[in-house]
């Protein structure tokens, strides 16, 4: 099992915690954010291929922003890989 910490950039998440077991994700924790949207966010993913995710999640944006915490997840679970 390997723990990652990500500082997420040009959102409202201050930070992005999850773990990478054998591929999946696991314990997808937002801090700050919004809670609803980011709760069903890590409930969607658990144990969800970590490839996958990053592929679905990433270039997702928020508003006019060109980001989002799912974007900013993509790229941190990018990192981890």
Known sequence: MAHFTYTPEGVCSKLIDFDIIDGKLHNIQFT????GNLKAIS????GADARWA????RGN????KTTS????LARAIEQAL
């Open 32 to 35: 700050m954010g919004c809670p």
């Open 43 to 46: 409930k969607l993913l658990e």
């Open 54 to 57: 990053t592929n679905t999640l």
């Open 61 to 64: 944006t928020c508003g006019n």
């Open 69 to 72: 915490c799912a974007d900013q």
